[in-house]
């Protein structure tokens, strides 16, 4: 995980050294606070100057500043990690491997190439100085943010950065940031963009390796446009030699069955997933998907530096755990940390971060009305017969948290599993929404976006407590790894749209649904994501969007994948739900979808007539604004 930042002006009437500001830097520096370095680059002759600002969270290797540039004065700003396509050793630095391999690239093809091969999340910014071409870019998904942001006062700007930049509102007025689309890569040519008060942005989108399938595959053409909106002076169109990146994927299988047989008649209690398992090629399916998603989990977890964080000595510190998981019991949450357990070494502790927001007492008519959910808590508790009284933070994630710490303790009793209760109250979360949270969820501004971003914030930052030998102590974590399990609802028909979507329009238009579903992943969740668990000095990482693992997931027809015509908490993410048994799972298995901010209970601390694509008043109320 890095912190970003590149300025570009255009005919510019003064330097543009130490142009960002305190807040800025220090937002910035949280993201990567190993190691920061700013450079400016002007060439007068050709009317532009860049300043770059680099700032490191060391991961693997040996720490390297950033912006990195080499002998012939190339400059490399990245932020991501290589799992594979380009060999980078246990030891090896990232950003200097990417960097030697640019350095030899002469044309477009050849730096096309590069960015085609990577496997793992990345942004990038890179000025190729012979050619006077700014390139930068998200990988396919858009695991990591970047933002862009254009101004034509006087001069014309260009900012990319990972986060937004707070001082732009009161010195330019109300200029919006925007994210990067995850469409592909983009160049300009600094040479041609000199003069005028336009800028011109070449744009190289992804296009997948073969479309050799009987089923519908991407096909980007002469009539392939870019649709986002921009100003009026900035124009983004397809480079004029028609070049593209390959796709890291395979495409979406969208197949449709014909002889699949309705199951909704079925009787419920006839329905389980050990049934399913008896199944030899259903069980075969499972392992298979099983041996990906470990791999996935595997690249993530190794090769990881030891904790160096050092807080105040009010907390108990692991210095050993240098994982940890976003953890609500569900079963997305169960089956990373069921699969890090094989990874990760047995005396390592893993911290399963598990965030509770507090709730105000309710009324009669509000008891009544939350009935419908007494049963499945009723349920849980039954499992959690050693659980505490019940208090203001014993929201339905903590119930499930806790039974599923159970299980983890069952398959594996030697690993020491950190379970850290984090406690939120309104106040807290106010304050630090107003502080830190509001400018890293933007440009996102939706209740949902809010309540997500929050949640997620205050998980990430770990600081809690944990039960240890039956006494209860304040703890922090200090895993810069956080394993997240965003991919699977989308990939697996995990939410309740994906029921109404199947219900109304059958095979053929769920499939449609989640091929959607991976194509906005970036701009609905993944940027935000980044910035807010990057905001810690700690990095996300996303093992069902493994380019293996979705590859794998893609070519299996829907049916493989879910039955919705199954009841809830089986029928949703079927195959996960299989690989869960398989994997010594019990109850977790079988829990319903529950989304975050129901299960941690942050949607029912403020406004309850809200709706969730409503835009969100409380994100344009920060202090640093």
Known sequence: MCGICCMLVLNPQEGISNTLGKDTLESLQRRGPNCSQQ??????????????????????????????QDTQGNLLLWNGEVFGGIEIGPEGNDTQIILQHLSSCKNEESTLSVFSAIQGPWTFIYYQAFSHCLWFGRDFFGRRSLLWQFKNAGNLYLTLTSVSLSQSV?????????????RGIYKIDLQRNTGGNSLAISWY?????????????????????????LPSF???FLNGSKLFLIAPITPMNYSVCETCVDTADSEASSVNVESFLSDEKKKKLV?????????????????????????????????????AILFSGGVDSMVLAALADHHIPQDEPIDLLNVAFKQQKTSAKQKKSNASRALEEETLQEDNSGLKETTSFNVPDRISGLSGLKELQIINPARNWNFVEINITLEELNEMRQQRISHLVRPLDTVLDDSIGCAVWFAARGIGTRTSNGEIQPYISCAKVVL???????????YSRHRVCYKTSGFE?????LGMELGRISSRNLGRDDRVIGDHGKEARFPFLDEAVVSFLN????????????????????LLRMAAKELGLTASAVLPKRAMQFGSRIAKMENHKEKASDKCNRLSQSSID
């Open 39 to 68: 450079l400016s680059k002007e060439v007068p002759e050709l009317g532009y100057n860049i300043f770059f600002s680099g700032h490191v969270l060391h991961m693997r290797g040996c720490l390297k500043p950033q912006p990195l």
């Open 170 to 182: 009161s010195k330019y007025g109300n200029i919006p940031w925007q994210e990067v689309p995850a």
């Open 205 to 229: 989108p992804w296009k997948y390796r073969s479309i050799e399938y009987e089923f519908k595959t991407l096909h980007l053409g002469e009539d392939v446009q870019f649709i986002e909106e």
């Open 234 to 236: 900035v124009s983004v």
């Open 287 to 323: 392992l298979q998907f099983i041996n990906v998603l470990s791999e996935s989990v595997r690249r993530r977890v190794l090769f990881l530096p030891r904790c160096q964080i050092h807080p105040s000595s009010q907390f108990t510190v692991s210095n050993k755990a240098n994982v």
């Open 484 to 494: 997240t399990g965003i991919g699977a609802d989308e990939q697996l028909a995990g």
């Open 509 to 513: 238009g769920l499939v449609k649904e």
């Open 555 to 574: 070519s299996l027809p829907v049916w493989e994948k879910a039955d919705l015509t199954l009841p809830r908490g089986i029928g949703e993410k079927l």
